[in-house]
């Protein structure tokens, strides 16, 4: 597997990524609030009910003019204050995941397919969240997990199918392993599933020049192969947001290597609920190409960035709200987790990159039947499996209209809507309850390989 040039050392986060980027809007966001707080005569967004009382008190008074914008000097400083402490205490935070990978039944280039069905798949299996306490990265409270995971060793494919999960190409596959206690595949393993995860890895100089197609008829169909040689038969794939979406056009071309389709928070119709916005996105292209061309990919701060658009004051919000949390708690700790996994991204093939801004958020490819790979248009109305299709009603990365709209074009397509949003309904604490049980009803519903 192709080291990481630029792995971080122990200790050493670098998030919120890129932190410039996040500090400058925070700067600017108090400095316009400070220039243009004499003509405002409302409470400040986000404030606390202290603050909201001063504001009305000084609405109240005779001085105004002079008492309103002292007050949101105040607030704009403690904001400011919250969003450096949340920041260092994430930093300094003693969590960091040690779970282990389990085997690797095959490898092409950085790309590994890993068996969460093995017997020792959980290994290292210590460091929980969520149980974490004052014992959290030591393995305190982790042995609970260690033993009901690793009970299921043998089970694997006994009760459930071998299932294939898809991760996007942009983020780290071990979302879906994220901890002892938020790991979607550790538990649907202790469950009787075998599920086998194709971790993308780190592109390397051959896939720097992958396309779409590439990826798709090419990797991922072989990567299905061999799942289907290992289980002995066809075996369901799930595709995970990107990962959704090329699991769609490998399960149209190869359907007899795939018995159903799950789809998770997938996009679709990228012009769905807000189509401005992701017009928007495609126009950063241009500003792109720079980096595209010297890189041969779109670098993991300039990807954060894009997200970023998205909801440009969503980062200094959580890490605010970060600072008030207790750091030895379940609730932090998990924050961490999450937060560790989604600074630790991956570059994306330039000329991947260029299809998906341009073709998918700039045309709507997908959802106009206009996306094609090798050769060939992608149309989900042509597939004839069992599909499960889940939607989480609080998805700020893909809307919920993008997604749930292959839901009405497979023709036996089953739509989950879980409460939660695009990462929690995966790993989130509530993530069980939203997703996981669901998903495992619905499998089993299919009996095994």
């Known amino acids: 597997m192709t080291e990481r040039r630029d792995a971080p050392g122990p200790n050493q986060r670098r998030g919120p990524r890129p932190l ?3 500090l400058t809007l925070a700067m600017l966001r108090s ?8 003509n405002w005569k409302r409470a400040w967004q986000d404030s606390s009910a202290a603050v909201l009382d001063s504001l009305r008190a000084s ?3 005779g001085d105004a003019e002079a008492a309103f914008p002292a007050a949101v000097v105040e607030e704009t400083l403690r904001q400011d204050a919250a969003l450096i402490a949340g920041i260092a205490a994430y930093r300094r935070h003693p969590w960091h995941r040690t779970l282990t990978d389990p085997p690797a039944l095959w490898q092409e280039g950085g790309s590994r397919l890993l068996d969460y069905g093995a017997a020792d798949s959980a290994g290292g299996a210590h460091g929980a969240v969520g149980s974490a306490g004052g014992d959290r990265g030591r393995g305190g409270s982790a042995g609970g997990s260690h033993d009901a995971v690793g009970s299921a060793g043998g089970a694997h494919g006994a009760d459930g199918p071998t299932v294939l999960f ?10 879906l392993d994220l901890a002892p206690d938020h790991s979607m595949l550790r538990w649907l393993a202790a469950r009787g599933v075998r599920p086998l995860l194709l971790d993308w890895g780190w592109p390397g100089t051959a896939e720097r020049r992958f396309t779409l197609t590439d990826y798709v008829a090419g990797r991922l169909e ?3 192969a061999e799942a289907v040689r290992q289980a002995g038969g066809p075996v369901v794939l799930a595709g995970y947001c990107m990962g959704g979406t090329l699991a769609v056009a490998a399960a149209e071309r190869r359907p007899e290597l795939a018995r159903a389709l799950v789809l998770l928070a997938t996009p679709w119709d990228f012009h769905a609920d807000d189509p401005a916005r992701a017009r928007q996105a495609a126009a950063c292209l241009p500003l792109l190409e720079p980096a595209l061309a010297v890189a041969g990919t779109l670098p993991i701060d300039l990807l954060q960035m894009l997200f970023a658009l998205l909801d440009p004051w969503g980062v200094a919000r959580k890490y605010r709200g970060f600072s008030r949390l207790d750091p030895d708690g379940a609730a932090a700790t998990l924050f961490v987790a999450l937060e560790d996994w989604l600074n630790d991204g991956v570059p994306l093939a ?12 700039g045309e709507n490819a997908p959802a106009r039947g206009r996306w094609h790979v090798a050769g060939l248009p992608v149309d989900p109305a042509r597939l004839g499996m069992p599909s499960f299709v889940a939607a989480p009603e609080r998805d700020r990365i893909v809307p919920p209209g993008s997604a749930r709209v292959l839901a009405e074009r497979i023709p036996a397509a089953t739509l989950h809507i879980p409460k939660a949003g695009h ?14 049980r669901p998903l495992l009803a619905w499998l089993m ?5």
């Open 20 to 22: 410039l980027l996040h």
């Open 31 to 38: 400095s316009v609030s400070r220039a243009t707080s004499p």
């Open 59 to 61: 609405l109240a008074s």
């Open 166 to 175: 898809v991760p996007s190409l942009i983020n780290r596959a071990y979302v």
């Open 222 to 224: 072989r990567a299905l």
């Open 350 to 361: 330039a000329p991947v990159a260029r299809a998906c801004l341009a073709e998918w958020y």
């Open 423 to 436: 990462v929690g309904m995966v790993a989130g604490s509530r993530a069980e309850t939203e997703l996981w």
């Open 445 to 449: 519903r299919l009996g095994a390989t």
